[in-house]
Nanobody, 124 residues
Framework: QAQLEESGGGSVQAGGSLRLSCTAS????????KGWFRQAPGQDREFVSA????????AYGDSVKGRFTISRDNANNTVSLQMDNLKPADTAVYFC?????????????????WGLGTLVTVSS
């Protein structure tokens, strides 16, 4: 079964930065749409960002626009999320996801493959 593995989570103070990475075990994922979602305790899973197969098309949730940057390295089958100017409200488990369609969907139900998540904690 194809696997996605996130890394880079941790604890940081408000205003700090973290970089998340997600590596896929299936080479076929190198040409698929990839996204990041997050889920805070007691809340629904929320769209953070998505990127098309070429890396040219990107999308961001309103709460992270201007602070987060998504990128991908198809040769290494990875997708990364650079998170700057972090806020306590960014505290959540962050999940990497992959979908077969080209559209940069913001809906969790459109993504077929998911990682187990990595925890990001931002303190004030």
């Amino acid at each position: 079964q194809a696997q996605l593995e996130e890394s880079g989570g941790g604890s940081v103070q408000a205003g700090g930065s973290l970089r998340l990475s997600c590596t896929a075990s299936d080479r076929a994922f190198s040409s698929l749409t990839k996204g990041w979602f997050r889920q805070a305790p007691g809340q629904d899973r929320e769209f953070v960002s998505a990127i098309g197969w070429s890396g040219l098309a990107t999308a961001y949730g309103d709460s992270v626009k201007g602070r987060f940057t998504i990128s991908r390295d198809n040769a290494n089958n990875t997708v990364s999320l650079q998170m700057d100017n972090l806020k306590p409200a960014d505290t959540a488990v962050y999940f990497c996801a992959v979908r077969r369609g080209a559209y940069l969907s913001t809906e969790t139900t459109d993504y077929e493959y998911w990682g187990l998540g990595t925890l990001v904690t931002v303190s004030s």
